[in-house]
C-alpha cells in the first residue's frame, strides 16, 4: 500500500487553468471518484476543490500506473490535454504525500499562510469520501493524523492567530483603495462561508455592506448572525442591508466595491450587465470558477484570487519565523505517522504467531493424550510448560519485528515473516482507526 497526491495549486496553475480543473458540485465529485476507484490500482480516494487548490489523495498499490491514470482522468474531466497536466502537476508519493498533505491541513501551502478555512475543507472532503465509500481505512489513518498535526501547529506557533484567509485579503485591499474615502459601501454576493467572511471583515474595516443573493432567506439569517452573534463586534442592521437578487444590476452600476464569492458553476456577472460610470469601480472575485467575465471597461478593476499575491507577499516575512517552526513539527510528524502505522503492520502478525503457537500445542496435547502418552491430569501443567517454552522461544523473534517494523526494510521483512509462517491478513485485523468527529 502507498500514498499518492495529484496536486494542482496556485503554485503550478493560473486560475484559468483551476477553473476548468475544479468540481462545480458533489455530482461532478462523486462521479469522478467512482472512475477513479475503477483502477485496480487505486484503494481509497478523496478530492479537496477550492480555490487555491484541486488535490486528488489517494492510498494505491502503485503510485506510478496510477499518476498516470489519475492525469488521464483529470484530462478527460477539464479537457486539457494530458501532457500539459503531466508538465504542470505536482505529483507527491509516500512520505512527501504525506509531508503536503500534513503542511496543507496546517496551512502552510495556501496563498494566505495561517488561513482557517483549509481544514474545514479538508475535513468535509474526507467527509463527503468516507459518505460515499470512497475512503475507508487508509485514508481514515492518515487524515486523522493530519488533523494532529494541525492541531500541533496551530498550538505551539502562532500561525493562524488573527483572522486571515483570501476573504481578509482582499478586503485588505480594499481598504488601501479606499483608504481617502469614507462612509463607502461594499456589495457582497453570496451567502456561503466566503461571503459571510468578507462581510465581517469590511464591516470591521468601516464599510457598508449590502449583500445580496439568489438565496435571499439565507443571506437574512447570515446578517442576523452578524448582528447578533457576539463576537467582540457590534454592527447594527442598518450597518448590513439585504438585497433581492433581481436589483443585482444597478447595484453594480451603483457601487463601487464589490466582492463576489458565489458556488456558481459559470460567471453570474457577464459583460452586457456592466455599463460605464463616471466614478472608479473595483471588484473582487474571489470564486473558483470565477463570478466574472473577463469585462474590459473603462473604470472598472476586477481582482481574482491569483492578483492578491501580492497582499499575501508581503505578510509572509511576518509569519517566516512561526512557519519556520511549523515546519519542523510538519517533518517530525510525518516521520512519526510512519513509525505508527508500520508499528500497526507487526502487531496482528505477532498474534497470528502465537494464536498458531497456542493451536499447535493444543493440538498436539491432545493427541498425545489420546495416545495415553500423557496422563490427563497432567494436561494443565504440561499446557503452561509448552506455552512457556514457546513464549521464551519467540520472545527475540518478536522483538526484532517489532524493532525492524519502523525501518526502511520493515515492509519487506514483515512480508517475509507472512510467508514463512502462512499468515494472510484481512482489513478487519489491521484495521486501527478513528473516524473524524
Known sequence: MEYLIVSF?????????????SFGNELEKELFLKQTLESENINEAMIISTCNRIELIASVKCCVNSSNTLLKLFARHSNIEFHELFEKADIYENMAAIYHLFTVASSLDS?????????????????????KEFASQKLSRVINFAFKCAAKVRNITRLGTGSVSVASTAVSKAKQLFKEKSGAKALVIGAGEMSELA???????????????????????VAHSITTDGNGETYSMSQIEVKPYDELNSLLNSMELLVTATSAPYPII??????????????????????????????????SVDDLQCIVDETLELRASQAKEAYSIVGAMSEEFFVWLQSLSVEPIIKNIRTKSDMIIEKKLQAAIKKRFIEKKDEENIKKLCQTIMAEFLHTPTKKLKEVS????GDEVLTT?????????????????????
Open 9 to 21: 495549486t496556485h503554485k503550478n496553475t493560473d486560475i484559468g487553468t483551476r477553473e476548468k480543473l
Open 270 to 303: 457577464k459583460k452586457e450587465m456592466v455599463k460605464e460610470t463616471l466614478f472608479t469601480r473595483h471588484w473582487f472575485d474571489i470564486a473558483l470558477p470565477r463570478d466574472i467575465e473577463e469585462i474590459n471597461i473603462s473604470g472598472l478593476n476586477i481582482y
Open 417 to 437: 515473516a507472512q510467508n514463512l509462517f502462512g499468515i494472510e491478513l484481512n482489513d478487519e485485523q489491521t484495521n486501527n482507526y478513528k473516524e473524524i468527529n
Open 111 to 131: 496563498l494566505v499562510v495561517g488561513e482557517t478555512q483549509i481544514a474545514g475543507q479538508l475535513k468535509d472532503s474526507f467527509r463527503f469520501a468516507l459518505q
Open 199 to 221: 462581510c465581517r471583515h469590511l464591516l470591521k474595516s468601516g464599510f457598508d455592506v449590502v449583500l445580496c443573493s439568489r438565496n435571499i432567506k439565507k443571506a437574512r439569517i
Open 406 to 409: 519502523v525501518t526502511l526494510k
